[in-house]
């Protein structure tokens, strides 16, 4: 066996075990710590902010809108209420629709949404033509 073969499988040896070293340290041993350490020092925000009802069923997120409804469905005046979103606020989600401005399915969202809200807030509903 040649000198080149024999200095070639050796490096090709180092390289897979420095390889498998730095795998197992970086993307197992530094995980578990950051994710310990996060415990330990900050749990709540940690584990996302997770909002629990009085049964300790998750609604949601501090962090993402949420929708305040009765019973009915029906907004519940004393929360502002967020804008529309193409999830619901489910809390499991945050995310738009993938309709582009002249889709009419948008537009005609939108305008039942903005009837929802002149209805709620006791207001006339905006006139986009008016606008322009």
Same mark, same amino acid.
């Given at each position: 066996?040649?000198?080149?073969?024999?200095?070639?499988?050796?490096?090709?040896?180092?390289?897979?075990?420095?390889?498998?070293?730095? /795998?197992?340290?970086? &993307?197992? @041993?530094?995980?578990? %710590?950051?994710? $310990?350490?996060?415990? *330990?020092? !900050?749990?709540?925000?940690?584990?996302?902010?997770?909002? /629990?009802?009085?049964? &300790?069923? @998750?609604?949601?997120? %501090?962090?993402? $809108?949420?929708?305040? *409804?009765? !019973?009915?469905?029906?907004?519940?005046?004393?929360?502002?209420?967020?804008?529309?979103?193409?999830?619901?606020?489910?809390?499991?989600?945050?995310?738009?629709?993938?309709?582009?401005?002249?889709?009419?399915?948008?537009?005609?969202?939108?305008?039942?949404?903005?009837?929802?809200?002149?209805?709620?807030?006791?207001?006339?509903?905006?006139?986009?033509?008016?606008?322009?």
């Amino acid at each position: 066996m040649n000198t080149a073969t024999r200095s070639t499988g050796r490096t090709l040896w180092v390289a897979i075990r420095a390889m498998a070293l730095f /795998t197992v340290l970086l &993307g197992v @041993v530094y995980t578990f %710590a950051i994710t $310990g350490v996060g415990q *330990l020092v !900050a749990p709540w925000q940690a584990n996302g902010s997770v909002v /629990t009802d009085s049964e &300790g069923e @998750v609604v949601g997120s %501090a962090l993402l $809108g949420q929708s305040f *409804l009765d !019973a009915d469905g029906n907004p519940l005046p004393q929360y502002f209420q967020s804008r529309p979103s193409a999830e619901g606020w489910t809390g499991t989600n945050s995310y738009g629709s993938n309709f582009g401005p002249e889709n009419q399915d948008l537009i005609d969202s939108i305008q039942s949404f903005k009837t929802q809200i002149a209805a709620f807030d006791g207001v006339p509903v905006d006139d986009v033509r008016r606008m322009r």
